[in-house]
T-cell receptor, first 115, second 113 residues
């Protein structure tokens, strides 16, 4: 059954600690994305990757880092430099079709709480 | 500055009636628009899309209308069903930037029995 798996569903960390959120897809999609959702807000793009070993900053990349060593994996590290890390994090993927990507397929998210 | 605006945070509609969700955008370069549906504690799922060369796209109970001159699109759900209760996000993207999709803040739809 193809899809995107994000783990864990809930994550708790102390302030000052780095934390890595996992995202794996078996859809054979080229592009992968990380979004952040805050209450009453739309989805804001953190990082995206269109091919392996390449990634680009989104609108709110500060305090985050990513890697794309394999097509199916796009982990996100929330560093201690991120000022407001508590949020709902969504990973997504899509096929690159040229003019437009196909619609995004999302995982079920990881809710990160930093205290 | 918000480029995609959903001005109604929530909407309540009687079951069986039509639900109309609205979305406005400011960037005239947007040429592809999407609607996503999201249940609590889940990721959004793609619902329907429309290219700027069209003014209407229909898929079952869901129809999206695009008014380019007004920079406005709407999603119609007919008839509304209990399972339609969710948050709906409007999103937009544009030529030469297929890597980015701009999302609105969402509208929470409540279907009343």
């Amino acid at each position: 059954d193809g899809g995107i798996t994000q783990s864990p569903k809930y994550l708790f960390r102390k302030e000052g600690q780095n934390v890595t959120l996992s995202c794996e897809q078996n859809l054979n999609h080229d592009a992968m994305y990380w979004y952040r959702q805050d209450p009453g807000q739309g989805l804001r793009l953190i990082y995206y990757s269109q091919i392996v070993n390449d990634f680009q900053k989104g609108d709110i990349a500060e305090g985050y880092s990513v890697s794309r060593e394999k097509k199916e994996s796009f982990p996100l590290t929330v560093t201690s430099a991120q000022k407001n890390p508590t949020a709902f994090y969504l990973c997504a993927s899509s096929i690159r079709t040229g003019r437009y990507n196909s619609p995004l397929h999302f995982g079920n998210g990881t809710r990160l709480t930093v205290t | 500055d918000q480029q995609v605006k959903q001005n109604s945070p929530s909407l309540s509609v009687q079951e069986g009636r039509i639900s109309i969700l609205n979305c406005d955008y400011t960037n005239s370069m947007f040429d592809y628009f999407l609607w996503y549906k999201k249940y609590p504690a889940e990721g959004p799922t793609f619902l329907i899309s429309i290219s700027s060369i069209k003014d209407k796209n229909e898929d079952g109970r869901f129809t999206v209308f695009l008014n380019k001159s007004a920079k406005h699109l709407s999603l119609h759900i007919v008839p509304s069903q209990p399972g339609d209760s969710a948050v709906y996000f409007c999103a937009a993207s544009w030529v030469n930037r297929d890597d980015k999709i701009i999302f609105g803040k969402g509208t929470r739809l409540h279907i009343l029995p």
